[in-house]
């Protein structure tokens, strides 16, 4: 077996008592990102602009944002030497967002990602595993913080990692992403006996209950806290019984790339200051309103105080008092 690198060297009523931090699992990668007119039929042809390198990776995306906002997080990952060559880990480092728990192949590159996306943002995305191949080799580490967010990776390392954390009385979120269909109903219905949060597109919330064989209801009644988001009409959370509709806001939009997790970090952290969950959901949608102003998933990320504007500029929406 390879070589891999361990580089560690060694409010409301969300009864948090951790140290106001957020451990992310899943993949950094990066990202290729490409407009089409349409998408081309087999053995055909389109052209594509240009290519332009972009930093992503579901869980990349979710713990930058987290930092970015100002909370603690950290990210647990598998990744190559370009990772450090192409600049990313330097960039992560200035974020905030701590690396103990990258793991670094010698051998595989960093995952890969081309992602291209037609006019209604439907998008196909091609991606490279590279250095993630390793997540079964690698130990679920100690999580420090408060909640831990589960995004696209290994299923059984995912699974893994939300049966420790339910051992260390941490919360769990998880977005399985376009990876759901790496899930078999098996896994699903496991990882979900640990999850607090989870988050879905409405493809995907259909996809899963399909692989499940559970209605709305069933999930709404198995599930803690389940959040839906329908892009351009917002998103649902349901609690106990209770449906809050978040709107989205309305910008104008270059690249719907990587919406959904900065949703989830903007959702999440603001759960972790303490805020309620209708608070929650407006300020995911109010992060994912800029990051899908600009070309890739990290090139809008918003301070604290840009959502705070935003919210009462758009929505005339002000986050209620802590």
């Known amino acids: 077996m390879e070589n891999i690198q361990n580089n560690n060297n060694n409010n409301n009523n969300n009864n948090l008592d951790g140290n106001g931090k957020i451990n992310v699992v ?4 990066i990202d290729y990102i490409f407009d089409l007119d349409k998408f ?11 290519a332009k390198k972009y930093y992503g990776g579901a869980a990349s995306n979710v713990a930058a944002q987290i930092s970015n906002m100002g909370i603690n997080s950290s990210l647990i990952s598998c990744v190559g030497t370009d990772f450090i060559t192409s600049g990313y880990e330097e960039y992560l480092k200035d974020l905030g967002v701590s690396l103990d728990f990258v793991y670094t192949s010698t051998e595989e590159e960093t995952p890969k990602a081309w992602i291209f996306t037609d006019p209604d943002a439907n998008q196909i995305t ?11 080799e690698i130990i679920v580490p100690d999580f420090d913080g408060d909640i831990v967010h589960l995004s696209t990776g290994d299923p059984e390392y995912n699974i893994k990692c939300a049966k420790k954390a339910k051992e260390l009385n941490k919360l769990v979120s998880f977005d399985p992403g376009q990876d759901l269909t790496l899930y078999s109903a098996e896994n699903l219905e496991e990882i979900i006996n640990y999850v607090d949060f989870l988050f879905m597109n409405h493809h995907e919330y259909r996809r899963i209950m399909e692989t499940i064989n559970k209605t709305p209801e069933g999930m709404k009644n198995k599930l803690n806290y389940l959040i839906v988001t329908y892009n351009k009409d917002g998103s649902h959370i349901y609690h106990e019984g209770e449906e809050i509709k978040v709107p989205a806001i309305m910008v104008e939009a270059m690249d719907p ?3 959904g997790d900065s949703y989830r970090a903007g959702f999440l952290s603001a759960y972790l200051k303490g805020y309620s969950l209708e608070n929650c959901g407006y300020v995911g949608a109010c992060v994912a309103s800029y990051v899908v102003e600009k070309v890739g998933c990290q090139t809008n990320l918003p301070k604290w105080d840009k959502i705070i504007d935003r919210l009462s500029e758009k929505l005339n929406y002000t986050l209620k008092e802590l």
């Open 40 to 50: 081309p039929e087999l053995n055909t042809s389109v052209q594509i602009p240009s």
């Open 257 to 259: 790339t990587g919406a």
């Open 26 to 29: 899943g993949h950094a990668a």
């Open 126 to 136: 091609y991606f490279l595993w590279g250095a993630a191949k390793h997540y079964k």
